[in-house]
Each structure stands twice: as C-alpha cells, then as structure tokens.
C-alpha cells in the first residue's frame, strides 16, 4: 500500500469512527463549563477575578464577554470547527470523484461554503462590503443590515442541494443533519431580521433578559461602540454565537455520517 492511500485510510477510518454524539457531547460539555465559569466568576467573583479585570481596567470586565463575544473563546471553536468542516468535506470530495463524480462536486461545494463562512466569522467580509459599498451609494439605508451579502451566502450554500438534491438526499442521515445545520446557521446569521418579523427588537431584547431576567448579575458600566449597546453585545454573543457553533456541529455530523453511511474505504 502507497504511503499517500495509507494515510487516506487513516482519516476515513477517524471520519467513520467519529459519531454524532461524541460531537454533541462536546458541544454541550463545552457550554455547560462556560456557564458554570460565568456564574462562578462574573457572579461570585471566584478568586477576586472579576475585581481584577476592573481594577486594572479591562474593557469588557465580565468573562462572559470573552468566551462569546466576537474574536472569543466561542468564535475561536467555531473557526476550529469550520476549518475542519473544510478539510474533512473536500478530502471526501476528492475520495468520492472517481466513485461517485456528482457526490464528490455535492462535497466539494459544501467545503467552498465552509471556507466563505469561516471568512465571514473571522474577517466579516459583509462588513467589508457594506463600507466599501458606502463609498459608492451615499443612501446607505439597505446596506445596513447587510442583507444582501447574507442572501447571496444564502444562495450559493443552498445551490448545491437543489442541484445535487437526489445525489445526497438518499443519505438521509446526513441530508438532516445539513439541512438542520443550515437552518440554525440562517437563523444566527439574520436573527435580527427574523425577530423583527414578530416585532422583535433584539437590543430591547437583550436588554429585558440582562436587566430584569438576570436581574443585571451580569452589567457592567458599558460605552457603547458602533451603536452597540450592552442589550446588542449580549444578543450578538451570548445568544448568537453558542447558536453559530451548534450549527457548524450539525454540519460536521452531516459529513461523518455520510462518510459512515457510505462505501468510502
């Protein structure tokens, strides 16, 4: 056997061992400790931690900010996942095209929409086309919500399930795992339109759950930047990214279930 298949092996045989629980224990491992860290340490001070990061200054001088908010503890797993969600798509991908060519495009399309997600989350490549685009169109009022970036991600992930529909929908398995994955991703991607439907105010929101459900146990004296409030900043991290990484371990049990389901060897 050549050097080069012995490692192929190698990684089907993980891709195949790997099952949905192990990942959803993971996930929920990894939140479980993240609240109890929360609770111990932006709640009862454990250690004098809290004290500290406000007596030397720290913005943000509450630890659920950084294990959720943008650039956090939450975001760096969720570049984890989507990097592995990347690789381990397009190795099945190149697996499958002397197998099965439409199957091997089908994953080499979901890896592509892997890749523009990770760029989204690390880069936030909508915020870089709503400023750039704010140069050229003086009336900014729909580049604001940057839904036409969304819609366009949207639609070159979804292309590949209309267009290879009857290729994966007989791995049923896996079909529900990506099609969960996509609707949990969309719902943290564009949950504040989606509030706005049932009239919805995600600040106000966010600000009724800080405030009078928690009781303000996790305020802090708060500077508002880009218009973000303290109701915003929780919405975006507390709510919005927990939900992004879920979405992500949906998709990696799309592909280690196919890969399971399959004849890949």
Same mark, same amino acid.
């Given at each position: 056997m050549?050097p080069?298949?012995?490692?192929?092996?190698v990684?089907?045989?993980?891709l195949?061992?790997?099952?949905p629980?192990?990942?959803f224990?993971t996930?929920f491992?990894?939140m479980?400790?993240?609240?109890i860290v929360v609770?111990?340490?932006?709640?009862?001070?454990?250690?004098g931690?809290?004290?500290?990061?406000e007596?030397v200054?720290?913005?943000s001088?509450?630890i659920?900010?950084?294990?959720?908010?943008?650039?956090g503890?939450?975001e760096?797993?969720?570049?984890l996942s989507?990097?592995?969600?990347a690789?381990?798509t397009i190795f099945?991908s190149?697996?499958?095209?002397?197998?099965?060519?439409?199957l091997?495009?089908f994953w080499?399309?979901?890896?592509i929409v892997?890749?523009?997600?990770?760029?989204?989350?690390?880069?936030?490549t909508?915020?870089?086309?709503?400023r750039?685009m704010?140069?050229?169109? &003086?009336?900014?009022?729909?580049?604001?919500s940057?839904?036409?970036v *969304? +819609?366009a #991600?949207?639609g070159f !992930? /979804?292309?590949?399930?209309?267009?290879?529909f009857k290729?994966i929908? &007989?791995?049923r398995?896996?079909f529900?795992?990506?099609i969960?994955? *996509? +609707?949990? #991703?969309g719902?943290a !991607? /564009?949950?504040?339109?989606?509030l706005?439907v049932?009239?919805i105010?995600?600040?106000?929101?966010?600000?009724?759950?800080?405030?009078?459900l928690l009781?303000?146990?996790l305020?802090y004296s708060?500077?508002?930047?880009s218009g973000?409030?303290?109701g915003?900043?929780?919405?975006?991290?507390?709510i919005?990214e927990?939900?992004?990484?879920f979405?992500?371990?949906?998709?990696?049990c799309a592909?280690?279930t196919?890969?399971?389901?399959?004849?890949l060897?």
């Open positions: 050549k080069d298949q012995k490692q192929k092996d990684i089907t045989n993980f195949k061992k790997v099952q629980l192990h990942l224990i996930f491992a990894y479980f400790f993240s609240i609770i111990l340490i932006d709640v009862f001070d454990l250690a931690i809290r004290s500290f990061m007596s200054g720290v913005p001088p509450r659920w900010v950084h294990i959720f908010d943008e650039k503890f939450t760096w797993l969720q570049w989507l990097s592995l969600l690789l381990s099945v190149g697996q499958l095209i002397k197998m099965d060519k439409l091997g495009y080499f399309f979901i890896g892997a890749i523009i997600f990770l760029l989204e989350d690390g880069a936030n909508s915020h870089t086309f709503q750039y704010s140069y050229l169109v &003086s009336d900014s009022s729909i580049l604001n940057r839904i036409i *969304y +819609i #991600y949207m !992930a /979804i292309i590949p399930i209309i267009k290879y290729n929908y &007989s791995y398995r896996s529900k795992y990506l969960a994955g *996509y +609707i949990f #991703y719902f !991607a /564009i949950k504040s339109v989606f706005g049932f009239g105010n995600r600040e106000i929101l966010g600000t009724y759950i800080l405030n009078d009781k303000g146990i305020n708060y500077s508002p930047a973000r409030t303290l915003c900043v929780f919405m975006d991290s507390v919005e927990p939900i992004e990484l979405a992500i371990v949906l998709l990696l592909i280690i196919f890969v399971s389901d399959s004849d060897e």
